[in-house]
């Protein structure tokens, strides 16, 4: 049995508008992208006008056949913090087997990342100066219960939730919970 991209939170209108967006750049019909993706001209139709249940491998097929990345084809534009509980996101599935990928971040074209596993204790909580400028904080708890996020909007995040913030402004990481671990990534354009 096929599973498929549809999980009730699927971003079938960032696709389809990718998809869009991306054959446009290319200059290449609908026929031509369909074809070199290995997938029905009907099936790619239907993708670019928001309907369909399209599989990871066809997401797949279609980026490697438009040239992209796999997040630039469902990640939606974000704002300027951005959280995502453990249990939300766009999911994905293969088509064999028991396995879901959820993209939380994509990485913009020429940045760099560093990534930390952070451990914390309840208490005052860390305070941090603004980074460079143009630094992005992205953090996913992996236990207990902590306030991140800009200094003047933590956002109270439990195991699994994502947030996502602006690392150039004043920014807090505060425990709430004995055991409480992270994994941070720091983002450089």
């Known amino acids: 049995m096929e599973r ?3 999980d009730g939170k699927a971003p079938l209108e960032v696709i389809a508008s990718s998809l869009r967006r991306e054959r446009a750049r290319t200059g290449l019909s609908l026929t031509e992208v369909a ?18 249940n399209p599989s990871v491998e066809t997401l797949w097929a279609l980026c490697v056949a438009l040239d992209i990345q796999f997040g630039q084809l469902v990640d939606p534009p974000k704002p300027r913090v951005q959280v995502i509980r453990a249990d939300e996101g766009p999911a994905v599935y293969t088509e064999h087997g028991d396995y879901s990928a959820t993209l939380v ?4 074209p020429n940045t760099r990342r560093d990534v930390y596993r952070i451990v914390v204790a309840p208490g ?7 980074h460079m400028p143009g630094v992005v904080e992205h953090v996913v708890l992996s236990t ?15 195991p699994g939730d994502y947030i996502a913030y602006p690392g150039d402004l004043p920014h807090t ?3 709430l919970e004995p055991g409480t671990t992270a994994v941070l990534l720091s983002e450089y354009s």
């Not at 971040?105 to 913009?108: L, V, W």
């Not at 005052?124 to 603004?130: A, F, K, L, V």
């Open 144 to 158: 207990g219960r902590a306030l991140v996020g800009p200094t003047d909007e933590p956002v109270e995040l439990h």
């Open 124 to 130: 005052p909580g860390r305070n941090s100066d603004p």
């Open 4 to 6: 498929t991209l549809m």
């Open 173 to 175: 990481f505060q425990a």
């Open 35 to 52: 074809k070199r993706a290995g997938v029905a001209k009907s099936t790619l139709s239907q993708l670019e006008s928001g309907t369909g």
């Open 105 to 108: 971040a994509s990485c913009p």
